[in-house]
């Protein structure tokens, strides 16, 4: 268990609808990465936050968006959804900015029908 | 192109064979090199990360690193069936806040 927890482990919904993922990074973790993995794409990389700002953007669409709380918890909202955005999401945090050392959620399986 | 190539296997080796993995990356920029180790349905958990060019040893597990070839190495020795997975090369900069690029993974099976 790293100690990232992430909810709901699964989600169904149907193209259109928008969701919210959530993620609560290890106790004393500053930063939380998001993470979108596929079949076709492999683990992307979507977007950083530390201490509530955001700090790196990858691969992530604009219909997606992300934020930090200030209890450090992070949501990741998916909207206008389409079948291609069926993946797992992760989360993964770490203790600091740039820290290298990752550690990962168990992950939210999105299937959009 | 990529950043980083992985074959995708499948690999498979029988019980307490090594298990040889690669990845190959094409900027010299990269600094960080990591294994993750993923089960079905699992989260990526980190098995070995370094620094720098060379070997770093960890119990079964053996990380080579050579950046002249920006290549790099994960060894597995006396494989067990619980070995069996889905291994990820990760690469990063120091100046990019921790966006990791992963491989595609390599998915092994060790039988028994």
């Known amino acids: 268990d790293s100690g990232v927890t992430q909810t709901p482990k699964h989600l169904i919904t149907a193209t259109g609808q928008r969701v919210t993922l959530r993620c609560s990074p290890r106790s004393g973790d500053l930063s939380v990465y998001w993470y979108q993995q596929s079949l076709d794409q492999g683990l992307q990389f979507l977007i950083q936050y530390y201490n509530g700002e955001e700090r790196a953007k990858g691969n992530i669409l604009e219909r997606f968006s992300a934020q930090q709380f200030p209890d450090l918890h992070s949501e990741l909202n998916l909207s206008s959804l389409e079948l291609g955005d069926s993946a797992l999401y992760f989360c993964?945090?770490?203790?600091?900015?740039?820290?290298?050392?990752?550690?990962f959620g168990p992950g939210t399986r999105l299937l959009v029908l | 192109q990529k950043e980083v190539e992985q074959d995708p296997g499948p690999l498979s080796v029988p019980e307490g064979a090594i298990v040889s993995l690669n990845c190959t990356y094409s900027n010299s920029a990269f600094q960080y090199f990591m294994w993750y180790r993923q089960y079905s349905r699992k989260g990526p958990e980190l098995l070995m990360y370094t620094y720098s060019s060379g070997n770093k040893e960890d119990g079964r597990f053996t990380a080579q690193v050579d950046k002249s070839s920006k290549y790099i190495s994960l060894f597995i020795r006396d494989s067990q069936p619980s070995d069996s997975a889905t291994y990820l090369c990760?690469?990063?900069?120091?100046?990019?806040?921790?966006?990791?690029?992963f491989g595609a993974g390599t998915q092994v099976v060790v039988t028994p």
């Open positions: 993964a945090s770490s203790d600091r900015m740039g820290k290298e050392t990752q550690y």
């Open positions: 990760a690469i990063g900069k120091r100046d990019s806040w921790g966006k990791l690029q």
